[in-house]
């Protein structure tokens, strides 16, 4: 499976950008899909995650109201709509898939990454 991530850029504090992930493979549709992100000097963290049909989605605490995860398995795509971004939205974005569809916040449960797309949110 390989992972295209875009989208990213600058934006102003309180602007919006949508990130978008193209997968290969003929599967897509069965695999849960995250977004993750990691700012300088930090972790990589969860943002949010959408299972197989794109009807159960969940978010990490802080990006809860703001962003929105959604699918087109038609066209093998995830997206990560940002919304009300703050400067600490600022990070490395990567979308990651779960094949096995375990549907969780752990990094370690997603075997294959996309490059990663920067997002940078000025105040």
């Known amino acids: 499976v390989q992972l295209q991530a875009s989208g990213g850029g600058l934006v102003q504090a309180g602007g919006s950008l949508r990130l978008s992930c193209v997968a290969s493979?003929?599967?897509?549709?069965?695999?849960?899909m995250g977004w993750f992100r990691q700012a300088p000097g930090k972790e990589r963290e969860f943002v949010a995650g959408?299972?197989?049909?794109?009807?159960?989605?969940f978010y990490e605490d802080s990006v809860k109201g703001r962003f929105t995860i959604s699918r087109d398995n038609g066209k093998n795509s995830v997206y990560l709509q940002m919304n009300s971004l703050k400067p600490e939205d600022t990070a490395v974005y990567y979308c990651a898939a779960d094949t096995a569809g375990f549907g969780s916040t752990s990094s370690d449960l997603y075997e294959y990454w996309g490059q990663g797309t920067l997002v940078t949110v000025s105040s």
């Open positions: 493979g003929r599967t897509f549709s069965s695999y849960v």
């Open positions: 959408i299972r197989r049909r794109g009807v159960s989605t």
